[in-house]
Every structure is written in C-alpha cells, then in structure tokens.
C-alpha cells in the first residue's frame, strides 16, 4: 500500500542527507501517516481513512468526519482527495441532503 494521506495527498518524498564534508546522500521522508476510523453519525457507521497526523487534528476541529466533510471547499475535493475519500463525501452530503428533506 502506496504511504499518501487519502484527505491531503502527503506521500513520501526524497532529498539528501549532507555530512560534515557536504557529502550527499539520498534518503526519504516519510510522512506520519495514521490507520483512523472515524464513526459517521450521519451514515451510522464507521468510515476508516489512512491520514497523515495534521489532517486528523484538522477532522478534530470540524467536530468530526461529517462536519469536516460537510464544510471543505469543492476545489480542494479535486486536488487532493483519493477515489475513497471523494466516495464518502459524497455519501455523507447526499445522506445529511436527505435527513434534512
């Protein structure tokens, strides 16, 4: 399984590790990706994302998967969001359109 965010699209990078004598090396920089579960109370189950560590204090504050889902802008949906996250997006905005009807 590739390591990038499904919410921002962090993936691992590569740069150079550069001694004393300015020697490089190459090396990669991992991101802090977590395995999180977050319980929908719209759709009444549990939707599981991989998610770099910044993105899951940013669900925090939207209270939630369903506030934050609720409330990102349509522009960053194309940018940065995998096939999975976009798939639930659109789930909890149809699910939240037919609870409020």
Do not use: W
């Not at 349509?74 to 639930?88: C, I, L, T, Y």
Request: positive net charge; hydrophobic residues 35%.
């Amino acid at each position: 399984m590739a390591r990038i965010c499904d919410f921002t699209g962090k993936r691992t990078t590569s740069g150079s590790n550069v001694s004393h004598s300015n020697a490089h090396t190459k090396r990669t920089f991992k991101p802090n990706l977590q395995e999180k579960s977050f319980f929908s109370e719209i759709l009444g189950r549990a939707l599981s994302f991989r998610l770099s560590t910044r993105m899951i204090r940013t669900i925090d504050k939207y209270n939630g998967i369903d506030g934050f889902l609720s409330n990102v802008k349509n522009r960053r949906v194309v940018e940065g969001f995998s096939p999975k996250a976009r798939a639930a997006r659109k789930e909890i905005l149809k699910a939240s359109e037919a609870k409020q009807a």
